[in-house]
């Protein structure tokens, strides 16, 4: 190519970066018929545990781009995850025991009804093949070995410099959109300006991945996590040890905060085999060593997340610890909301406008993981505080001793741990956190007889379904025509979106068909298929039957109608008035025209993927 040729589109959308984030953006990207490439400047995918904590939110989204059931397939189950121990080593004294990620007998019940997905337990190094493999096989071409050096963006595109590792060639790739999925040191978000504001390495965590048959310790009371409360490990502001399950319950991490200011900790094999020992109580424990990592607290997050035709995600744009479990869920998350928007301005359903929408609706929800992520540290604070001593020549003894005194002093201790426990649920039963989101943005029409939402419990802890505009659409089973249960997230989203109504809202359904959009369908709650024999649709749909709700294809509710709505006339005007201002392009009569064919290709692209599951 010479300087003055202008290099052709070799590719839709360029993702940097195969992590979560990436690897989820071009799964739902090829997913959608879009052309996607992928790279990596490492030779494979994630080959360590990292990220683990799988919520019910992205769960959802692997449900919706077909891939719960094989992502099932590598994780520790929900009912395995959740007898979470504070504890004096596995072996030793249980000082508190939590139910956490729903499973508790007084929790279990909310996460049930909010969702038809549970929680699952899948480490990185198993999640990422899940993601990369089903978007190749959908289409999305990689390369691996890859580094990615520089880009320009024009008018209709950008040119990115890459260089093969493998061979030193650069060469240039064309596309009309970059995804910068590059990690916590992103390159391409230093490089498009984004102002990341926060701390960067203000703790440092060591941790070791190790093989051990922990059974007998674990097998009675599982849990994927357990903090250890030892003199050993208790260094820095969570200061207790950690041991997390990667495989039950042979293949574990152990973990303990250092002091940055000393260097890089000790992994001398003789020393490390001696704090796990420690940890776990057993002084004659088998263990094999299977590899040692560092990683540092960040709390920092971006202003914005895109400029011009670049985008970023994941922890290119939002930097936290694991506390909380929301790394990558956020990181799918937010590649699950830009690539609908992306794959319909390229399809040409939508206009330039609606990428806008990107930032101010994933932004928000970033600096609250951070801050979550940070504050859920700092919580573990009052529960140290309820075992340590100063002075002592046998800790461990001495703070339990202070936790069974029977007398004054005792009864305080032990208020002040029932407290300190329940601060945890803020970390570990946050099913708020993880599914209140709430979208404001171009692409979102308010309700303006909803007034202000009102916050019926504490909003972090407990979800509270809607479909006001910008609220994920609520789960309600609703029963097919073989009497299968199918929930409102199955018969919604794939890439399209959903005009939901009763049996009265005819109007709404000759206002859907006299359109002809390729890209919208109409599901009538009560029909045959999509019946609602639990009348569980009708209590929180929140608008008349003969109303109706617009929801986007990742899920979330564009628009609503409360009132019931008889005149056809009328309500086409509505949904093409708001199907216009959320696409942000003018629909008119050429779109009553499209064709059958683009129709039935598009609806082909969503039918290969459809999975409902069956309860």
């Known amino acids: 190519m010479t300087d003055h040729e202008t290099p052709t589109f070799e590719t839709d959308v360029l993702v940097v970066g195969t992590g979560p984030a990436g690897s989820a953006a071009a799964l739902a990207l090829a997913t959608y018929g879009v052309k996607v490439h992928l790279v990596n400047r490492w030779n494979w995918l994630a080959n360590t545990p990292r990220a683990h904590i ?32 504070f504890t004096t080593s596995l072996a030793g004294d249980e000082i508190a025991r939590v139910r956490t990620w729903g499973t508790g007998d007084d929790r279990i ?56 590792l493998l061979t030193g060639r650069e060469y240039s790739v064309r596309a009309k959109y970059l995804i910068g999925a590059d990690g916590a040191r992103s390159a391409i978000a230093d490089e498009i300006g984004l102002e990341i504001e926060g701390r960067m390495g203000r703790a440092a965590t060591a941790y070791v991945l190790f093989k051990a ?7 009675h009371r599982p849990s994927i ?21 990667i495989r039950p319950w042979d293949t574990w991490i152990a973990g303990w905060g250092y002091n940055m200011d000393d260097g890089e900790p000790d992994f001398d094999p003789e020393y490390v085999i001696a704090k796990i020992r420690t940890l776990v109580g057993d002084p004659e424990l088998e263990i094999e060593i299977r590899s040692t990592s560092t990683w540092h607290v960040n709390q920092a997050c971006a202003k914005t997340y895109s400029s011009g035709r670049v985008f970023c995600a994941g922890d290119a744009v939002h930097r936290h610890p694991p506390s909380s479990g929301l790394g990558s869920n956020t990181s799918i998350q ?26 101010p609706e994933r932004q928000p929800v970033g600096e609250q993981i951070v801050a ?9 604070g009052p529960l140290n505080a309820c075992f340590r001593t100063e002075g002592q020549a046998d800790p461990v003894a001495a703070g339990l001793a202070k936790l069974r005194d029977p007398g004054p002093a005792g009864v305080e201790v032990r208020k002040a741990l029932v407290e300190a426990v329940q601060l945890k649920n803020y970390e570990f039963n946050a099913q708020g956190v993880e599914l209140n989101q709430r979208y404001s943005s171009q692409a979102v029409i308010p309700d303006p007889d909803a007034g202000d939402e009102q916050w019926l419990r504490d909003r972090e ?36 979106f959903t005009l939901v109504t009763g049996l009265a809202g005819t109007a ?43 929801v986007r294809p990742d899920g979330y509710v564009a628009w609503r109608q409360g009132a019931a709505t008889w005149d056809e006339h009328n309500a086409t005007g509505q949904l093409r008035n708001a199907l216009s201002s959320i696409l942000d392009r003018a629909l008119d009569a050429e779109d009553a025209q499209a064709s059958a064919a683009e129709a039935s290709v598009f609806h082909e692209q969503g039918a290969e993927n459809e999975h409902a599951t069956v309860h």
């Open 334 to 359: 937010d590649s699950f909301n830009l690539a609908w928007k992306l794959a319909y301005v390229i399809k040409g359903y939508a206009g330039p406008g609606l990428l806008e929408s990107y930032s």
């Open 372 to 380: 979550r992520a940070n504050q859920s540290r700092v919580d573990y």
């Open 213 to 219: 048959d922990l059974s007998k310790y674990v097998e």
């Open 54 to 85: 799988t919520n019910q939110r992205t769960v959802e989204v692997l449900r919706d781009l077909g891939v719960e059931e094989e992502a099932a397939k590598y994780a520790t189950p929900w009912e395995l995850m959740g007898d979470t121990l």
């Open 461 to 496: 802890l407990y979800l509270q379904p809607s479909t006001r505009p910008g609220a994920k659409i609520p789960h309600a089973w609703l029963v097919d025509e073989q009497g299968r249960r199918i929930s409102t997230l199955d018969i919604t989203g794939k890439g399209r």
């Open 508 to 550: 709404w359904t000759a206002a859907a068909d006299s359109m002809k959009l390729p890209f919208l369908d109409v599901v009538v709650v009560g029909a045959k298929g999509t019946e609602d024999p639990y009348c569980t649709w009708a209590q929180v749909r929140e608008v008349h039957e003969a109303g109706a709700v617009l």
């Open 109 to 164: 019940g909310d996460y049930i009804k909010g969702s038809p997905c549970g929680l699952l337990d899948i480490p990185q190094l198993y999640m990422e093949p899940v993601l990369f493999k089903n978007a190749t096989e959908r289409g999305a071409t990689s390369a691996f070995n890859t580094e990615y050096l520089s880009h320009v963006q024009d008018d209709s595109g950008i040119t990115a410099t890459l260089r093969d």
């Open 225 to 245: 996590l357990h903090w250890i409360m030892t003199p050993s490990a208790n260094f820095g502001e969570i200061g207790m040890g950690l041991l997390r399950a």
